[in-house]
């Protein structure tokens, strides 16, 4: 049998032209910037098309010469209620019904409370989550954040200054899914300290009570009035 070599030729350098042009192809995209605008506009359209939305969350806090991780649960629900429940390595509570927030551990003598208003707290600004107000207003000086690794390969992360926390943060990095979802938002405060928050199991739009973004002190816990109530 006579093999035509000539053909074989031809056929072999179709061949590596068209993965030529698929590896261009490919890294053209992988190259293509990233419109940070329309980026943050498809999180805010995410984010808005929800009335609730229930996550499980790790945060971990660095400072002062110690490292706090925690795990738990949290639930938000239109217009601007939350409830952040810890549930290891301790039980806590941060509640907030879009007026006053609660910060209790079960067991202790006394539960803090402060206008939302007036909260300085890094969890309050969380609301944008739920659509409260656009990426691009809420955060000073948004932009793709190319030195920092996201923790899944394949999502974008972008920096930015909460306007509400300028005097408090040094920067925000959030990280964005392919779904425009947020996956994480690692927030580094001018002392030095950081929080970083990651999300799992995002479930959209479930049934939760307004009750349960209420707060009321068991008997004999004293309430006390704050500011900052942050996590002990």
Request: net charge positive; aromatic share 8%; charged share 30%.
């Amino acid at each position: 049998m006579k093999i035509n070599l000539a053909l074989i030729s031809s056929s072999s350098w179709k061949i590596v032209l068209l993965f030529s042009l698929l590896s261009v192809c490919v890294a053209f995209a992988q190259s293509a910037p990233v419109d940070v605008r329309k980026l943050a506009d498809s999180v805010d359209r995410h984010y808005n098309h929800l009335a609730s939305m229930k996550t499980d969350f790790t945060e971990v806090y660095k400072g002062g010469g110690m490292t706090r991780t925690e795990h738990g649960t949290m639930w938000l629900k239109k217009p601007g209620k939350m409830r952040w429940e810890y549930r290891t390595p301790r039980e806590k509570l941060f509640v907030s019904d879009g007026k006053t927030a609660w910060f209790y551990v079960p067991g202790e003598k006394q539960a803090r409370r402060a206008k939302v208003k007036d909260l300085d707290d890094l969890r309050s600004p969380l609301a944008y989550l739920l659509g409260k107000t656009k990426l691009e207003k809420e955060f000073e000086g948004l932009s793709l954040a190319p030195d920092k690794k996201p923790e899944i390969a394949g999502d974008i992360m972008l920096r930015g200054v909460p306007k509400s926390m300028a005097d408090r943060v040094s920067q925000v990095l959030l990280e964005i899914t392919p779904e425009s979802r947020i996956a994480g938002i690692y927030v580094e405060e001018l002392d030095g300290s950081s929080t970083d928050f990651r999300f799992q199991n995002e479930r959209p739009n479930v049934q939760v009570a307004d009750d349960r973004f209420r707060f009321s002190p068991p008997p004999g816990v004293e309430t006390m009035e704050a500011t900052e109530i942050a996590p002990q």
